[in-house]
């Protein structure tokens, strides 16, 4: 995550009105594993075939239901999961890692120190804030980024728990499951008004929200292109 990131919980915004039911039923079902493998070539068909439906079950919840819409959601999720690889973050940074991702957290004398020790690593950039105990407390591995748009921070664990109906506060690890992974990135997705923009074809809108900045445009654009063409868009 970039340095002293905006929280990640939901802060409900506006969202575009709910499309016509047939074009809704459309885009959804036009979801398939071959669909997946199109727009994300190195997922794996047995790995697809898992997700599969755990994201149209998402895509119905949160009415991500126009073929714009689940091509954005497609694209994004595409990209912050490495296509589906991981829903935990990786936080096995080297020295220089550490300096160029937390200018403001380390110098490169505790950069030294922490560098190839995730958990440390965490508990240092994490605690403290978003609802997290102290450095010592554990909080900042025990609520680091999960989901396939990463949950962060204790806060945002709690309210994520509470819009799902899922105890993911007490049981974080379930947010790097296919089934809640999914459901944390459609609320996420819905609570920031993604639907919007994804309408409009604002794209770049959509990653600003998401990532704060435009890190990894060009591949995320990608997997937009992409996945409107198999979408037939």
């Not at 919840?61 to 935990?88: G, M």
């Not at 490169?108 to 450095?135: K, S």
């Amino acid at each position: 995550m970039p340095d002293d990131p905006a929280p990640d919980a939901q802060n409900p915004a506006p969202d575009a009105e709910t499309p016509p039911a047939d074009d809704a039923a459309s885009a959804i079902q036009g979801l398939t594993v071959d669909t997946l493998v199109q727009v994300m070539p190195l997922l794996p068909q047995d790995r697809a075939a898992v997700f599969l439906p755990h994201l149209v079950a998402t895509l119905q919840e949160f009415d991500i239901s126009t073929s714009l819409r689940v091509a954005a959601f497609l694209a994004q999720i595409a990209h912050e999961s490495a296509q589906l690889k991981h829903l935990e973050e990786i936080l096995n940074y080297s020295a220089n890692g550490l300096l160029n991702t937390w200018p403001k957290r380390f110098t490169p004398e505790t950069a030294n120190a922490y560098a190839r020790q995730p958990e440390r690593i965490a508990n240092l950039v994490y605690g403290g804030r978003g609802g997290n105990g102290d450095e010592a407390s554990g909080d900042g591995w025990r609520y680091r980024g999960r989901g396939l748009i990463q949950l962060t921070f204790r806060d945002n664990y709690r309210r994520a728990g509470e819009a799902l109906g899922l105890p993911i506060e007490d049981q974080p690890d379930t947010v790097a499951t296919p089934e809640i992974g999914s459901r944390s990135a459609g609320l996420y997705w819905k609570d920031n008004g993604l639907n919007t923009p994804a309408d409009a074809g604002e794209f770049e809108k959509i990653t600003r929200r998401i990532n704060g900045g435009l890190a990894g445009q060009p591949e995320r654009l990608a997997f937009y292109e992409k996945a409107k063409q198999v979408l037939g868009i």
